[in-house]
């Protein structure tokens, strides 16, 4: 089945600490997506990647920082410095381009800073 | 900037009813709008897509339709079932490749 995974599902952390949440997909997607969704808000953009080696900022993206060294992988690490990182954190991929380019969208990753 | 927004936030409606859903967005120059279904903790699942040059799509008992000039898009989704309950969003795709999305409006529908 081809689709994209999310790990882990729930994270807790204590301030001050790094944490990385993984994104896999299957789906020979060029482009990968991560957002932050918080209560009542629509999703916001932190970084994305049209190909691999290569990303750029989103809306959202101090605080964050990401890798694509491989097409399938997109890790996000939230650091020390993102202020207040308790938030749904959703991983999406697309076909690249300004074509119908639906995106497919993971689980999501809960973080809780405790 | 783009700036997409949906009102109401919530909604509830007994079975069977219709439900309309709205979407606004600030900058007609979009390449297409999307239209995505979200159950609580979870991903979000595209249910529709237009293209800029299409003025609606339907699925099923969905039908989304488009209108550039006055920035709107209206999700239909015909005699609502208690399995239609979700936060249902819209995004619009502009410049730079990007989907800028709105807050979501919660539905439920009552048995």
């Known amino acids: 089945d081809g689709g994209i995974t999310q790990s882990p599902k729930y994270l807790f952390r204590k301030e001050g600490q790094n944490v990385t949440l993984s994104c896999e997909q299957n789906l020979n997607h060029d482009a990968m997506y991560w957002y932050r969704q918080d209560p009542g808000q629509g999703l916001r953009l932190i970084y994305y990647s049209q190909i691999v080696n290569d990303f750029q900022k989103g809306d959202i993206a101090e605080g964050y920082s990401v890798s694509r060294e491989k097409k399938e992988s997109f890790p996000l690490t939230v650091t020390s410095a993102q202020k207040n990182p308790t938030a749904f954190y959703l991983c999406?991929?697309?076909?690249?381009?300004?074509?119908?380019?639906?995106?497919?969208f993971g689980a999501g990753s809960r973080l809780t800073v405790l | 900037k783009q700036e997409v927004t949906q009102i109401p936030a919530a909604l509830s409606v007994p079975e069977g009813e219709n439900l309309v859903l709205n979407c606004s967005f600030t900058d007609s120059a979009i390449y297409n709008l999307q239209w995505f279904r979200q159950d609580p903790g979870k991903g979000l699942t595209s249910l529709l897509l237009i293209q800029s040059s299409q003025r609606e799509q339907t699925s099923g008992r969905l039908n989304a339709s488009l209108d550039k000039s006055s920035g709107r898009s209206t999700l239909y989704i015909a005699a609502s079932q208690p399995g239609d309950s979700a936060t249902y969003l819209c995004a619009a795709k502009a410049a730079g490749n990007k989907l800028t999305f709105g807050g979501g409006t919660r539905v439920l529908v009552k048995p």
């Open positions: 999406a991929s697309s076909t690249p381009g300004l074509g119908a380019n639906v995106l497919t």
